[in-house]
């Protein structure tokens, strides 16, 4: 394998794999903003002391929290995972050598690749 072709490589592997780290960043930050926000306007002297649609607002805020926490938590690493796994299997997969081509007249016949 050639010199520029091995950079060309691994420069696309290592953007490949700074994609599911982005949007990791992108969860957390938003995880920070809402557990924040919720925070400054009281959420749990809301959630204790309930007053009618203050505090269905509030149980809402709380889920979405907690089910952003769960995403950022849970979700995100195992994606994250699973798409490292993904590119790292599609960069370092080699063309089989005992593959054989199908031609043009094998493409006519299904039954044709039985056969040989």
Known sequence: MSA???????SGLARQLL????LDFVLVVAHWLVAYALDRAS???RLLSPSG???IVALLAA???FGL???VFFVAPALTLAWWVGVLMRFTREPSETAT???ADDRDDPG???RR
Do not use: H, K, T, Y
């Open 4 to 10: 520029a072709r091995s950079l060309a490589l691994r």
């Open 19 to 22: 994609v599911p780290l982005f």
């Open 43 to 45: 959420l749990i002297e």
């Open 53 to 55: 649609l203050d505090a």
């Open 63 to 65: 889920l979405a929290l």
């Open 69 to 71: 926490r769960f995403a």
């Open 101 to 103: 081509c199908r031609s």
């Open 112 to 114: 044709a690749l039985g």
